[in-house]
């Protein structure tokens, strides 16, 4: 057994040496020393990203993000000052992460020249965003009054395109893992006979969703799919009452938050200091 006693009492020196090390960088952070003297004690090379947002954006190209390793320290990052190192722990016991905010730019709005491009694409988006929810809403008005989808259609001045008829089952939606497109989705808590209108994502229309009719096919009894419903409807009661129960104890008994307390304990579970 003496290659797996080697390998465990390793790993167990690696923990402690690591743990030893991180210890030392943090008193150094603690007493103010710069990151760069940090670096030059570990041997290591320090390394400075493009200007980021808060979500992790590359400030002057959206389409870039900071690398993925830096998610966890950019909130701290970002209610930080200049030049005060911080060490963080990535993953437990053996990846640490020694940072410091460079520069601070206020937030500000950008010169035009820099923005003209987006700004006029979202200002196209909105606008054409607002002409697309109007002409919803005539189209619902037009089957609510006996108008079929296609004729409420086709009396706009504009072309759009043709009616998309649709005949799923539950089932066949079930099977698509997760990836629901939102107007089937619609469709699947609507009465029959019912018309909705739900917007498309990053603005870039409206659905209009006619719900003719609505059919059940007969389930025979001892069917394995009523226990599977049955137990699945179970587990959601059980977590309903549980959270209605602990809502009604909070209002009852009254709650303050202490958020202090809050932040520090996340903190502490994050492995920030």
Same mark, same amino acid.
């Given at each position: 057994v003496t290659p797996e006693l080697r390998e465990t009492l390793t790993g167990e020196l690696q923990i402690a040496a690591l743990a030893d090390l991180s210890a030392r960088i943090e008193e150094q952070v603690d007493d103010g020393m710069p990151l760069s003297e940090v670096a030059e004690d570990l041997?290591? +090379?320090? &390394? &400075?990203t493009a200007e980021l947002t808060a979500d992790g954006r590359v400030y002057r190209s959206p389409g870039e993000t900071a690398p993925a390793e830096l998610a966890p320290a950019l909130e701290t990052a970002f209610q930080m000052d200049e030049g005060e190192p911080e060490l963080t722990e990535l993953v437990r016991g053996q990846i640490y992460l020694v940072f410091e905010v460079g520069e601070i730019t206020p937030s500000a709005t950008a010169p035009l020249d820099e923005i003209r491009e987006p700004l006029t694409t979202a200002w196209k988006l909105d606008e054409g965003s607002k002409l697309a929810k109007a002409a919803a809403d005539r189209i619902m008005e037009r089957v609510n009054g006996d108008s079929s989808l296609s004729a409420a259609l086709s009396a706009e001045d504009t072309r759009l395109p043709p009616v998309d008829n649709v005949n799923?089952? @539950? @089932? +066949?939606i079930v099977g698509q893992n997760g990836q629901v497109p939102p107007p089937l989705a619609l469709m699947f808590s609507m009465a029959s006979g019912t018309v909705k209108r739900l917007e498309a994502t990053q603005s870039l229309g409206w659905f209009v969703i006619d719900l003719e009719n609505i059919s059940a096919d007969p389930v025979e009894e001892g069917n394995p799919l009523i226990a599977a419903t049955s137990q699945q409807l179970q587990s959601a009661l059980v977590g309903e009452y549980s959270a209605q129960l602990t809502k009604a104890m909070a209002e009852e008994i009254g709650v303050e938050r202490? +958020?202090?307390?809050i932040e520090a304990v996340r903190k502490q579970l994050l492995g920030e200091t």
């Open positions: 041997g290591i +090379e320090v &390394t &400075t799923l089952g @539950r @089932r +066949e202490n +958020e202090d307390a």
